[in-house]
């Protein structure tokens, strides 16, 4: 699926190391503002044991994870929506992505200029929001503009829907906090594009002494994004660009000496995806086991559209069984025995973990 993650915050937060570690790919990271112009893509494998235990149940000749898009968007500054330091540029690419991943700094290092020469992440958490709300509040204003002059009376509805998401955004409050009533207001409402309507997931930067023990940045970081309801993940950017250039043999021992079972951005890999709305479902035997990805409440022909489009248009069934009885029953045949594996119609919801085989005639 084409779904993104944009990685956002001010210059010199961590977010390029943080992409480097991600994709595992040498994105320059220097100590400057704007290294980042145009937007680094990379595309990262979900970790899921789910996936690599039937593969090795169905002795599978390859593996195919699930995936998420991040992009590394250029930091932004005060005064981004006024177009400084290339934000008209910066917050378009904002726009194009479905989430936002806010790497905050959470360390103090002299070697390491601030853009505003200290290092305060409450504040710094305000400048980005505040940029993306006053663009927001010139999206909402441009949009009654435009209204205004056609002077339609069907466009009534839609000034009345503009007037109260002005106040709301004046209040400064996101629009993703924002109330719809019907349909035809969500249909309006997405048609603007917000920034401030993308869910948020806030990045905790800290150092490796933050990392293990925590400070009082990393908590403020912690209560702010709570009384917001938003998650945290909490990592140590160098800690994590490190492991992510070790050989394999070598990141167990690695990860061992820092007391972790595996690495922070699996989890942050993890959390985007649910962010984004996403679940996954399975199709595994001798050739291949594969993680497939879909929109929770993502119906069966559509998820084997995903698959391929013949398997969507000539949709006869699918067959299912969980994830969750497979691994507690130990192998397929044990969960017919059961009476779990289960003939689906049309209507069926996939659920994550789903394992599938779709039936089709074209």
Not at 1 to 28: D, E, H, Q, R, Y
Not at 150 to 166: P, T
Request: aromatic share 8%.
């Amino acid at each position: 699926m084409a779904v993104a993650c944009g990685i956002v915050g001010l210059p010199n937060v961590g977010k390029s190391t943080l992409f480097n570690a991600l994709t595992a790919n040498n994105i320059p990271a220097e100590n400057y503002p704007f290294c980042t112009i145009e937007p680094n893509i990379g595309i990262v494998p979900v970790p899921d044991e789910r996936l690599y235990r039937l593969a090795k149940a169905y002795n599978s000749a390859k593996v195919v994870p699930a995936t998420v898009q991040f992009v590394d968007i250029a930091g932004l500054v005060e005064g981004a929506s006024r177009g400084e330091g290339l934000g008209n540029q910066f917050l378009s690419h904002i726009r194009q992505v479905h989430a936002i991943v806010h790497v905050v700094r959470c360390f103090d290092d002299t070697h390491v200029v601030h853009v505003a020469g200290s290092v305060e992440p409450l504040r710094d958490i305000a400048v980005i929001e505040t940029e993306l709300l006053l663009k927001d509040m010139e999206t909402v204003q441009r949009r009654k503009e435009s209204l205004a002059r056609k002077k339609q009376s069907e466009s009534a509805r839609e000034l009345a829907l503009l007037e109260r998401l002005e106040a709301h955004l004046n209040q400064g409050e996101p629009g993703r906090t924002f109330s719809l009533d019907s349909d035809d207001e969500r249909r309006i409402f997405s048609e603007l594009f917000l920034l401030t309507a993308k869910p948020v997931l806030y990045v905790a930067n800290t150092d490796e002494q933050g990392f293990r023990t925590g400070n009082s940045m990393v908590e403020a970081v912690r209560s702010y994004a709570a009384q917001r309801g938003a998650d945290v993940v909490v990592l140590c950017g160098k800690i994590e660009a490190e492991i992510a250039t070790l050989p394999s043999e070598e990141r167990a021992f690695f990860l061992a000496e820092l007391g972790m079972e595996r690495p922070a951005l699996d989890r942050l890999i993890e959390r985007a995806y649910r962010l984004l709305g996403l679940i996954t479902f399975f199709t595994a035997g001798p050739k291949e086991a594969h993680a497939w990805t879909v929109r929770a409440g993502t119906r069966a022909p559509e998820a084997a559209g995903v698959i391929h489009s013949d398997f969507e248009k000539g949709f006869i069934r699918a067959e299912v069984m969980s994830y969750a009885d497979w691994e507690r029953l130990g192998s397929e045949q044990a969960v017919r025995d059961a009476g779990l594996y289960r003939i689906e119609g049309r209507e069926y919801v996939i659920a994550d973990g789903d394992i599938v085989y779709f039936r089709f005639n074209v």
